[in-house]
């Protein structure tokens, strides 16, 4: 297992220093995405209740931003 850790380890650095010299370094890491902390938990019947039945999962549109 170690040995496919090294390998990978050196894989991603290869990887990065052609992307590197290709594009140069990165000047500023990108802005972190702020995400709204949860007040409380509620149950489906408060849910239903509060949403009037829509249920509906908002995926992003954009890809997520690596860090």
Do not use: C, H, W
């Amino acid at each position: 297992m170690a040995r496919q850790a090294d390998r990978l380890a050196k894989i991603g650095q290869e990887g990065f220093a052609a992307i590197e010299e290709q594009f140069g370094r990165a000047k500023r890491r990108p802005p972190v995405m702020k995400v709204p902390v949860a007040t409380g938990v509620i149950d489906s019947n408060e849910t239903a209740q509060r949403y009037k039945g829509r249920v509906y999962i908002d995926y992003p549109k954009e890809k997520p931003v690596p860090f």
